[in-house]
Structures are given as structure tokens and as C-alpha cells.
């Protein structure tokens, strides 16, 4: 038996019930992260075989719309579910979900039955994060929680470049098996983190500290789970809502904006080898391919970055890393949409990109769970991300409808990120209003 000291590391202070439930919970969240890079690297070449190449540049934003505003939906539903019925639970049926809707995405006919799909996955994709980060902040020491969960946002990373390896070999065979398309071929591939449900039902405990705070409620008559107690508590109303709007800043400059650089790099890649007498099936082909390419190297920097600030925020503080993360989540995608031009700058300009953009989720992962109290932890977290996603989910649809105001093309697509990458400088200034909780225990009742 380990004897915990103050200078014993974090990991271990862990017992093999918490390294299981914190495997469960990071694998669950790097399934989820797949799920989400699959569909951001066959958005547009499903998009150009279901609606054709010139709609697909207008319509391509709005699939994201959708798949946002389901992935808030299913947040807010999940999360709500999770703190009453239990973090293990819903966190099971969530992953089911959306891998079975992911895998229904291949047999999309046409714009419509695509955002039907999308909207479902989401709608499983969006409880993922509340319940994960809920769980494993329940169940580890305290000691523990904020470097346990930095690295559970940082493996996601793995889920992320693991989508773009697939990505690489679907676009390096020039035939795939059954006729399939290689956006189809994507969403089948996603299908399969619906296997890990097997585990987590079987095995997967809740909480001591949920099971706690459920029979304590039911005692004092609290309610776990609620919004309208969310919403209508001083306290937690405020947490609720300035970390709402923190949150969306982060999640615009990823999901509004940044993960639209494969639409860049298609165009970059596109001029690239045209001028090489590529056509056809050989140029598709190499679009799908460098678009997974661009992936890759943007989540290299991902992890990097998610490693850094998550220390950042153990050591400085996490509202100063949350201030400095969307910063340099700015100044990179304007580095990107203004400065991605030539073919050789994809090697080192979207690993910066990568480690700008998703330094924010780590610190979201650490700070979120010590804002709420257990009865509302995973509601509070859900609440905050997941509105975060209804918001986010407009950056695409004014992007869409910038770009067409501008004429359409690729320079057009650039300014109209570019303008509406100013959001990430509101989340910097609401963080005064919100509480520092570094080496705080976490807030009960």
C-alpha cells in the first residue's frame, strides 16, 4: 500500500478501481474526439458527392450547424441525466449512440438524411465530455483530479490523430472495398467505439461521491440534475453562465472556425497537384489524403499544447491559463486563414494552429468540474459546454453566409474566419468574473 505524502505524484495516489474508471472515461472521450475528426475529414467530400462541388462549399457549414446544435442537445439531456441516474450509465448509452448514428451517416442519400444522421450523432457525441470529466472528478483523490483530468483531454488528442491515420489510408487507396466512397468509408470506421460499451456496462461503478450526494439529496429533498436549481442558485447561476461564455469562445475558435482548415488545405492541395496533371479520381484522392495529412499535424501540436497549459494551469492558476490559451488560440488562426498559402507551410503552421486551438479544452476539463457542486457537476459542465455548442454552432452559418456576401471563394472563406475569430477575445474578458479554484477542494452544497 503506497503511503501518500505531499511530494508522492499524482499517479500514485491511484488505486487500480481509479485507473480503470479513468481508462474508461479517457478512452470514452478519445472515441468521441475520433468520432468528431471523421466527420470533419468526410464533411466535404460528402458534401461534393451528395449535393455536388459548388454547393458543397455553402452547405459543408451548415452539417456542422446541425451536428453542434445536436451535440448541444445531447450535452444538456446527458448531462442532466447524469447527475440523477448516474455518470456510468448514461455515459454508456451515450457512446452508443453515437457510434451507431455515426455508422447510419454512410447510407446518406442526400443533404437532408445527412443532417438527420449528423444531428442524432451529435446528439450521443454531446454527453460524452460533462459525464467523462464528472466521473473521473468524483472518483480520484483530490490530489489527483487536475492532472488526471489534463491527461484525459490530452489522450483525445490520440483519438484525433488516429482519425487522421485512418483518413491517410482511406485516401491513399485509389478503390476501396464494396464500391465505397471514402467518406463513407469514415463514418463505418467510426461506428466501432460502439464496442466499448460492452466493457463499461459490465464493469464501470459510480462514484462514492455521487452515490453520496444522490442519498443525501433524497434526504433533503434536493434535486440532482436540475437547470431550473442551476439557473436559480447565486452562486452557481454565476459560475454557470460567465463559464458558458468562456467556454463558447474556446469552442468557436475550434468548432466555428478552426476545424475548417481542411477546407484550406483541399484548396492549397487542389492547386498543388493540378499543376502536377492530376484529375479525377487521382486528385479526390490526394485532396482526402492531405486533408487527413493537415489533421495529423494539427493535433502533433494539440497534444503539445494541451500538455503545456493543463501544467500552466496546475502551477499558475486556471483562469491564467484559460486567458492565455484562447490568446494564443486567436494569433494562431489568424496565422492560418491569413497566412496558409503554399503547399510547404502545412507542415508547421497547423501544428501551431493545433496547439493554440486546443490548449483551451484542456484547461476546460480542469476548471469546468471545480465550478459546480456534485449535485450539479456533470449538469453545471454540460451546461457550460454544450450551450457553448448552440452557440458555436451559428460560427459556421455566418462564415457560410460571409463567405457567399464576399463571392464565394476561397478568399472569401479566409476573411470571414478571420472576422469572426475576434470571439475568442470575449471570453479573456469575462474571466475576472469568475472564481480561481487552484488548490480549492471541490464546492459542495
Given amino acids: 500500500m503506497t503511503t501518500i505524502t505531499p511530494n508522492t505524484p499524482w499517479w500514485r495516489t491511484l488505486t487500480k478501481e481509479h485507473w480503470f474508471v479513468f481508462t474508461i472515461a479517457s478512452l470514452a472521450w478519445l472515441f468521441d474526439c475520433l468520432d468528431q475528426q471523421l466527420f470533419n475529414l468526410a464533411r466535404d467530400g460528402a458534401m461534393e458527392g451528395l449535393v455536388g462541388p459548388v454547393a458543397a462549399k455553402i452547405k459543408g457549414p451548415y452539417t456542422t450547424s446541425v451536428f453542434l446544435l445536436g451535440w448541444a442537445t445531447g450535452g444538456l439531456i446527458f448531462g442532466a441525466l447524469g447527475d440523477r ?3 456510468a450509465k448514461v455515459l454508456t448509452g451515450s457512446i452508443l449512440l453515437y457510434s451507431l448514428c455515426t455508422g447510419l451517416s454512410c447510407l446518406s442519400t442526400g443533404f437532408f438524411d445527412f443532417c438527420v444522421y449528423r444531428f442524432l450523432t451529435g446528439v450521443g457525441v454531446g454527453g460524452v465530455f460533462g459525464l467523462a470529466v464528472a466521473l ?21 488528442t490520440l483519438g484525433n490523430i488516429t482519425a487522421a491515420l ?10 476501396l472495398p464494396l464500391g465505397l466512397k471514402p467518406w463513407q468509408a469514415m463514418f463505418l470506421i467510426g461506428a466501432l467505439p460502439a464496442f466499448l460499451c460492452v466493457f463499461v456496462m459490465g464493469r464501470l461503478k459510480e462514484p462514492q461521491k455521487w452515490i453520496d450526494a444522490r442519498d443525501a439529496g433524497a434526504l433533503k429533498g434536493v434535486k440532482l440534475g436540475s437547470y431550473a436549481v442551476l439557473l436559480r442558485h447565486p452562486k452557481w447561476k454565476r459560475h454557470a453562465w460567465y463559464g458558458l461564455i468562456a467556454c463558447s469562445a474556446g469552442i468557436i475558435g475550434l468548432w466555428g472556425i478552426g476545424n475548417f482548415h481542411p477546407t484550406i488545405v483541399g484548396s492549397i492541395v487542389e492547386t498543388h497537384f493540378k499543376s502536377l496533371q492530376l484529375t479525377g479520381a487521382e486528385l479526390a484522392s490526394k485532396k482526402a489524403l492531405w486533408r487527413s495529412v493537415g489533421l495529423l499535424l494539427q493535433n502533433v501540436g494539440a497534444f503539445v499544447g494541451m500538455m503545456t497549459f493543463a501544467h500552466l494551469a496546475q502551477t499558475k492558476g486556471r483562469k491564467f491559463a484559460f486567458a492565455l490559451a484562447l490568446l494564443v488560440s486567436f494569433l494562431s488562426t489568424l496565422l492560418v486563414f491569413k497566412g496558409l498559402r503554399e503547399f510547404s507551410q502545412i507542415f508547421w503552421m497547423l501544428p501551431i494552429m493545433g496547439f493554440g486551438q486546443l490548449s483551451v479544452f484542456a484547461v476546460f476539463a480542469i476548471y469546468l468540474p471545480e465550478l459546480f457542486p456534485t449535485s450539479l457537476r456533470s449538469t453545471g459542465v454540460s451546461f457550460c459546454y454544450n450551450v457553448g455548442r448552440i452557440l458555436a454552432a451559428t460560427a459556421p452559418f455566418t462564415i457560410s453566409k460571409i463567405t457567399a456576401s464576399l463571392g464565394g471563394d476561397i478568399e472569401s472563406f479566409r476573411t470571414a474566419g478571420v472576422w469572426v475569430s475576434l470571439v475568442l477575445l470575449l471570453g479573456i474578458a469575462v474571466l475576472p468574473l469568475l472564481p480561481e479554484t487552484k488548490d480549492q477542494p471541490l464546492p459542495e452544497e
Fill in 136 to 156: 473521473v472528478a468524483d472518483t480520484v483523490p483530490d490530489k489527483a483530479r487536475a492532472p488526471a483530468l489534463g491527461m484525459l483531454q490530452s489522450l483525445s
Fill in 166 to 175: 485512418l483518413g491517410m489510408g482511406i485516401g491513399a487507396v485509389a478503390v
Fill in 85 to 87: 441516474y448516474g455518470r
